[in-house]
């Protein structure tokens, strides 16, 4: 729950402007709507749930899809030069020796002498954990209080298993903590069996896995993510034409998502912080509530994976140039996104709160509305059917057939329990876009009442033409 500090800060805050949000405050409704509603439940809670791990309920998987979807359609289906593929989570353990995450994907650790808690020694020094649990200061241990820690060692985020039921170091292997070497790997394959020319890209979502040491702040750093993420491979030489391509194409995309461009910024690594692998990288960042984080990013990965799996399995991974007939080792641009980062950004730039109520019947009046303003193609369900009343029994069997007939083309909740005004706000709650009312007139002209999410403008329909204005809707709000 928050903390006497967060509601401080909410009061300075809430009289200053209306439009300040109080962000803690903020971050916590979330993650109380998200499991009231059944978007996101802590991983195996009845055992008393497991640090950063997350189940997706059954709207969170809905909009989760979703999200996918979109980036799918954008970067893969609608794009000629970029093929999808679906590598194994297990791979040889030889992968991780020739991409350098068996030597260089580590964190420093460091051991607090006293209770053996373990920490980021960089997240340490730099005061993160100052205010928590005992750590009243900088460099002092959150769990007990005691300022003396061991010598930083670098701890490996793989998380290892073993191929097999021998479980020593010849069958050992790790879940993979990035979908791209899948890609690297694969790249001559998909050249050669869709016969594609540089420049062209392979696409790849799913779940990845790190053992981090410091977790927190809900679904921004879990150890189990999806990714959703393109290699891009062009000729030496057009890598840096190609990032800048790349930042265009990746800014737009979480602009037309719906994020709010007030909550973006670049950031661009120094060379001194470059992964092993990366010429250049940046950032989007994302401001979450508590502070700016990563969200997506354009990696320059230059030509080193393909030719480190070149080097490691003997195989000649070079692309040869149809025209010159030269050969070489592609370059690679990387734009990629943690989905779950991005999932919970939505929800966030989505929330909205109206005091007193947008309806003014006299029940609601007095309360707060809430309302998800997700995209339309976004929204876990896209139709809410509502009989008027439960009672009659004409009135339910239409609403069934209407559900029946809506079902079909769009995701639909049916919902009869509870007065009209209750279950649109329940709607509006959850960012379902449509209610469709069925009520006692739709039983004289077969029209249904088509009530817009956002501007709560009522239209009759009739029903024969219901599918096709939702979707005649769906698709204007999409692209
Ligand atoms: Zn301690």
């Not at 300075?12 to 409704?29: A, Y």
């Not at 959703?228 to 800014?251: C, H, R």
Request: glycine fraction near 6%; charge should be neutral.
């Amino acid at each position: 729950m928050l903390s006497i500090d967060a509601r401080l800060t909410c009061l300075l805050f809430s009289h200053k402007s209306d439009t300040v949000r109080c962000m803690e405050d903020l971050m916590q409704k979330i993650i109380s709507l998200a499991k009231r509603r059944g978007f996101v439940f802590p991983s195996s809670e009845i055992y008393g749930g497991v640090e950063a791990l997350y189940d997706y309920g059954p709207l969170g998987a809905l909009m989760k899809q979703n999200i996918k979807t979109q980036w799918f359609k954008r970067f893969v289906q609608q794009r000629e030069e970029v093929v999808p593929i679906e590598t194994s989570i297990l791979m040889s353990p030889k992968v991780w020796q020739a991409s350098g995450h068996e030597a260089n994907f580590t964190d420093p650790l460091i051991e607090c002498k006293s209770c053996h808690a373990r920490f980021r020694a960089d997240h340490m020094m730099d005061g993160r954990f100052k205010g928590q649990g005992e750590a009243r200061e900088a460099n002092q241990c959150p769990s007990c209080g005691d300022r003396d820690f061991t010598e930083t060692k670098q701890f490996n985020l793989m998380f290892q298993t073993f191929l097999g039921p021998v479980q020593d170091k010849a069958n050992a292997t790790y879940l993979r903590p990035e979908t791209a070497q899948g890609m690297f790997m694969d790249f001559a394959m998909v050249q050669e069996t869709m016969r594609k020319k540089l420049p062209f890209g392979i696409a790849q979502a799913g779940k990845s896995f790190r053992n981090e040491i410091t977790t927190g702040n809900f679904l921004f750093r879990t150890r189990e993510f999806d990714i959703a993420e393109i290699e891009f491979f062009v000729k030496p030489g057009e890598d840096e034409k190609w990032f800048k391509y790349w930042l265009k194409e990746w800014w737009r995309f979480f602009l037309d998502m719906g994020l709010k461009e007030k909550n973006m910024r670049w950031y661009e690594h120094p060379k001194e912080s470059l992964a092993h692998y990366s010429k250049r990288t940046v950032d989007i960042e994302y401001r979450f509530p508590f502070g700016w984080g990563e969200l997506a990013g354009i990696a320059n990965r230059t030509d080193f994976d393909v030719k480190a799996h070149a080097e490691y399995s003997g195989q000649d991974l070079r692309y040869t140039d149809p025209e010159t007939k030269e050969k070489y080792y592609p370059f690679v641009i990387e734009p990629t996104m943690g989905v779950d980062r991005l999932f919970l950004a939505l929800l966030l730039d989505a929330y909205e709160e109206i005091k007193g109520a947008r309806t003014k019947t006299t029940e609601a009046s007095k309360e707060v509305e809430t309302v998800l303003k997700l995209k339309l193609f976004l929204a876990p369900v896209q139709v809410a059917v509502l009989p008027l009343v439960k009672n009659k029994p004409e009135l339910v069997q239409k609403a069934r057939e209407v559900f029946e007939m809506l079902k079909k083309e769009f995701v639909c909740q049916y919902d009869e329990v509870g007065a009209i005004g209750r279950r649109y706000r329940r709607q509006d709650e959850i960012g379902t876009f449509f209610a469709a009312t069925i009520d006692f007139d739709t039983l004289k002209d077969d029209t249904v009442t088509l009530r817009d999410r956002d501007t709560m403008e009522q239209e009759r329909i009739a029903t024969p033409n219901l599918v096709d204005t939702i979707r005649e809707t769906l698709h204007a709000k999409d692209n």
